[in-house]
């Protein structure tokens, strides 16, 4: 039987599920793991032997320390980043937005309040503003070049644009999340032997490192 078998190598591969504490939602899968390790920290507290030469431990109790989980993560979607830190999460659909206001200034980014526009049409007043030699879109908003053909700085302008559904992550406005997590996994040295772990109640740390630019 497989309990009984005393050759048991380990090559793991799986999948983690989670949901938050005491929800009745559905586990979903978080996504791509490069690593999943669990730690167990003691504080192992020793009584030394005087009673000898050469000393030794007279007495010994270990005491579990703490029980710490690590992941290396493959996909930063929205409730992955938003758990990372300690964030909210909400979904833009996508719209239009009409005569939003904005200020010219020559050499610099202008910021709309939805990302990705497209169809864009400038006015100053009544009278449209050519994108040739005034402005550029990009996705984070509009860049007025240093020497803009009609434009000034502080030049009072509307915006009527349209944009696609985005998702916005508020970080830093929650605690850590706590969550129930599942682990699902095989043995691909054993004949894909599957193992599942229930993690009941996993308190989140913030994320340590996020490569914005790696």
Do not use: C
């Amino acid at each position: 039987m497989l309990t009984t078998r005393i050759f048991h190598p380990s090559l793991s591969a799986g999948k983690v599920y989670a949901r938050a504490y005491q929800t009745a939602t559905a586990l979903q899968w978080v996504g791509g793991l490069e690593e999943l390790t669990i730690k167990i920290e003691e504080d192992v507290k020793k009584q030394t032997d005087y009673s000898q030469a050469g000393g030794g431990t007279r007495a010994q109790v270990n005491r579990i320390k703490a029980v710490t989980m690590g992941m290396k993560m493959q996909d930063w979607n929205p409730v992955n980043m938003a758990r990372a830190v300690f964030g909210l999460t909400s979904a833009v659909v996508a719209g239009t937005a009409t005569n939003e206001p904005i200020v010219a200034y020559k050499g610099g980014l202008i910021r709309l309040a939805h990302i990705n526009p497209s169809a864009v049409i400038i006015k100053k007043g009544a009278a449209v503003v050519t994108p040739t030699g005034n402005y550029e879109v990009v996705p984070e908003g509009i860049l007025i070049p240093d020497a803009p053909s009609t434009l000034v700085d502080a030049d009072a302008l509307t915006v009527d644009y349209a944009h696609s559904g985005y998702d916005v992550i508020e970080a830093l406005t929650t605690t850590a999340p706590t969550l129930q997590l599942v682990y699902a996994g095989v043995n691909e040295a054993m004949d894909g032997v599957s193992k599942t772990l229930d993690f009941f109640r996993v308190k989140m740390g913030a994320a340590k490192n996020i490569g914005l630019i790696d």
